[in-house]
């Protein structure tokens, strides 16, 4: 069964920087794609970023620059490290598995965490 866990999540002020992580169940990480997606208050969802099985990665244009996706296979962990925060990034933050690979943030996921909140105060 796979599983994903999502923490990191918390509260920092505009400029700041966070690090999710996101554990996943043993021979996830190996998916075909990976990917983080956030949903802000009233909004829909929205990609954040992704990461092939291969490495390529792929990210919203919203936090290009700013947001950096990894992962490390032997512990099997999902990372978005987040800089330059903006009140804007405010959302639950959501890590996903797919199956089938990804070449960008528009595809179906087949698995989800449950999410850890990012609150970015001005």
């Known amino acids: 069964q796979v599983q994903l866990v999502e923490s990191g999540g918390g509260s920092v002020q505009d400029g700041g920087s966070l690090r999710l992580s996101c554990q996943a169940s043993?021979?996830?990480?190996?998916?075909?794609?990976m990917g983080w997606f956030r949903q802000a208050p009233g909004k829909e969802r929205e990609g954040v970023a992704a990461?092939?099985?291969?490495?390529?990665?792929y990210y919203a244009a919203a936090v290009k620059g700013r947001f950096t996706i990894s992962k490390d296979n032997a512990k099997n962990i999902l990372y978005l490290q987040m800089n330059s925060l903006k009140p804007e990034d405010t959302a639950m933050y959501y890590c996903?598995?797919?199956?089938?690979?990804?070449?960008?943030?528009?595809?179906?996921?087949?698995?989800w965490g449950k999410g850890t909140l990012v609150t970015i105060s001005s």
């Open positions: 043993r021979d996830t990480i190996g998916s075909g794609c």
């Open positions: 996903a598995s797919r199956r089938a690979a990804c070449f960008g943030l528009d595809y179906v996921m087949d698995y």
């Open positions: 990461i092939h099985k291969f490495g390529a990665t």
